[in-house]
C-alpha cells in the first residue's frame, strides 16, 4: 500500500469521524433545547391536570384531565367563579377549586345560603345545599376563598388547615376539559351573582 492510499485512508477515517460527532453533537443540542422548551411549557405556559376525586362535581367529573393555563394570571387577578388548580399551605398535591370570594370581601354561609358582603350569591353549579356553616369572616386583601362544587363533600378555604389563599398558591386557570375525548369542552367559568 502506498504512502498516498494510507494517507487518503486516514483522511476518509477522520472525515468520518468528525462527521459522526458532529451529528451526535447536533442530536444532543436538540434534545437539550426541547427538554427546556418542554420545561418552560409545563412551567410558566400549561400543564395537563387530572380532576382527583368528586369535590367539583357537577361541573367537573373524577378522573378528568383540563388543560390549565398558567399564564393566565401574569396579567390580571382571578375573579370570582374561576375555576383554578392551586396548591394548599403545606402541602404539594394540586387541588381543583372554584375562586368564591375576594380580598377585601366579607364571607359567611347561613342556611346553606353563600353571602358576600351580606349579599346572596347565585350558584347554580354547586351540586347540593349547604349543610355546614361558615361564621362571617373578611379576607385579607391579595387572599381568595376557594370551593369545590361538591361543597359537602369538599376540603376547601372553609378548613382551618386551608383558609384563604394568597394569588402565589394559585397555578393556573383551568380552560378545557381533554380527555376522556368524548367529553371534551370548555370550562364554564360562571362568575356567580350576588342578589
Keep these: ?6 494517507k487518503r485512508g486516514r483522511r476518509r477515517h477522520t472525515k468520518q469521524e468528525k462527521n459522526l460527532n458532529r451529528e451526535i453533537t447536533e442530536w444532543v443540542i436538540s434534545i437539550i433545547i426541547a427538554v427546556a422548551l418542554a420545561l418552560v411549557v409545563h412551567n410558566y405556559v400549561f400543564q395537563i391536570v387530572r380532576v382527583d376525586g368528586h369535590s367539583m362535581e ?11 393555563t398558567k399564564f393566565s394570571y401574569l396579567f390580571g387577578d382571578p375573579q370570582r367563579g374561576d375555576i383554578v388548580v392551586t396548591k394548599y399551605p403545606g402541602d404539594n398535591k ?6 368564591i370570594a375576594l380580598g377585601g370581601e366579607t364571607i359567611s354561609i347561613k342556611s346553606g345560603v353563600l353571602y358576600i ?17 361558615f361564621t362571617e369572616t373578611t379576607i385579607p386583601e391579595g387572599y381568595y376563598i376557594v370551593m369545590g362544587d361538591n361543597r359537602n363533600n369538599s376540603r376547601d378555604s372553609r378548613a382551618n388547615s386551608v383558609g384563604p389563599l394568597g394569588e402565589d398558591m394559585i397555578i393556573g386557570k383551568s380552560q378545557f376539559v381533554v380527555w376522556p375525548f368524548n367529553e371534551i369542552r370548555s370550562i364554564n367559568h360562571y362568575s356567580g351573582i350576588l342578589q
Design 117 to 133: 358582603n351580606g349579599e346572596t350569591l347565585d350558584e347554580p353549579y354547586i351540586k347540593n345545599t349547604i349543610i355546614e356553616e
Design 1 to 6: 500500500m502506498s504512502q498516498t492510499t494510507a
Design 58 to 68: 357537577p361541573t367537573l367529573q373524577h378522573n378528568e384531565r383540563m388543560a390549565v
Design 94 to 99: 394540586n387541588y381543583v377549586k372554584r375562586v
